[in-house]
């Protein structure tokens, strides 16, 4: 009887650690919106790898979930990181440029990212500080608009999709490769 007590308390320990690390490590999110399409749709569910930035930065073409700067809503935002800090990022004629150690780079995008139809004038990333956008660049509320994103403002990276079933998997991503 003994053993048996023992066991179980160590179960229901072993149980309760487990599930207050997935609690840090892990958070479910939804997409509010057609910012994000066509990879990911509105009302898409997925969970939000909270730990990875723990380890390393964040790097561009990552598809983040961050508290909004200035506090524009209170719900979450998702978007994908464009520039880092210490580049320049301007957008002009449909294309994204990024500036980088006296070099420029044009981002080589999928081709279901709809050119945006607006200009952004060549801006420095400071510190600490990304600059994002929308996967639906011309339908979308992100860094052209407000800037750009502190650090500390990011949840995690978005991870595993969860809702619909037919969307169940990772979450698509794509390098934007230089």
Avoid at 9 to 31: D, G, M, N, P
Avoid at 102 to 122: A, H, Q
Wanted: proline share 8%; hydrophobic share 35%.
């Amino acid at each position: 009887m003994r053993a048996f007590l023992r066991d179980t308390v160590l179960i229901v320990i072993s149980a309760i650690v487990i599930f207050l690390l997935l609690q840090i490590a892990v958070e479910k999110s939804v997409i509010n919106g057609c910012c994000m399409e066509p990879g990911l749709q509105d009302g898409q569910q997925f969970l939000i790898n909270k730990a990875v930035y723990h380890f390393h930065e964040p790097e561009r073409g990552d598809i983040i979930v961050f508290r909004p700067p200035n506090n524009q809503e209170s719900s979450p935002f998702i978007k994908r990181i464009i520039a880092l800090p210490g580049e320049s990022v301007e957008i002009k004629q449909g294309t994204v440029y990024i500036y980088k150690n006296d070099k420029v780079i044009e981002l080589n995008e999928p081709d279901y990212i709809d050119p945006p139809r607006y200009t952004y004038d060549r801006e420095a990333i400071p510190e600490n500080k990304y600059f994002v956008l929308g996967d639906n660049r011309n339908h979308s509320n992100d860094s052209h608009n407000w800037g750009t994103v502190p650090r500390q403002n990011i949840i995690g990276k978005a991870w595993l999709s969860i809702w619909p079933p037919g969307e169940w998997g990772l979450v698509p991503h794509y390098p934007l490769e230089e």
